[in-house]
């Protein structure tokens, strides 16, 4: 999930938009996310690694 999407503002307007966003999150409450499982080899770039990759090194 992107960071933007759950941190971003929300304006409740009326009785029936707060009701559903009070039943939405006790219904994902306790819920556990899908375990990822990389498909292929991964490994953490640096910032020097991305700037080489982009050929960018300056």
Request: aromatic letters at 6%; glycine letters at 6%; charged letters at 35%.
């Given at each position: 999930?992107?960071?933007?999407?759950?941190?971003?503002?929300?304006?409740?307007?009326?009785?029936?938009?707060?009701?559903?966003?009070?039943?939405?999150?006790e219904?994902?409450?306790?819920?556990?996310?899908?375990?990822?499982?990389?498909?292929?080899?991964?490994?953490?770039?640096?910032?020097?690694?991305?700037?080489?990759?982009?050929?960018?090194?300056?």
């Open positions: 999930m992107a960071t933007k999407s759950f941190l971003k503002d929300i304006t409740i307007k009326n009785r029936k938009s707060c009701e559903a966003l009070v039943n939405a999150l219904n994902a409450e306790g819920k556990k996310g899908k375990e990822v499982v990389a498909c292929c080899k991964v490994r953490i770039a640096s910032p020097e690694d991305i700037k080489k990759f982009f050929g960018t090194d300056k």
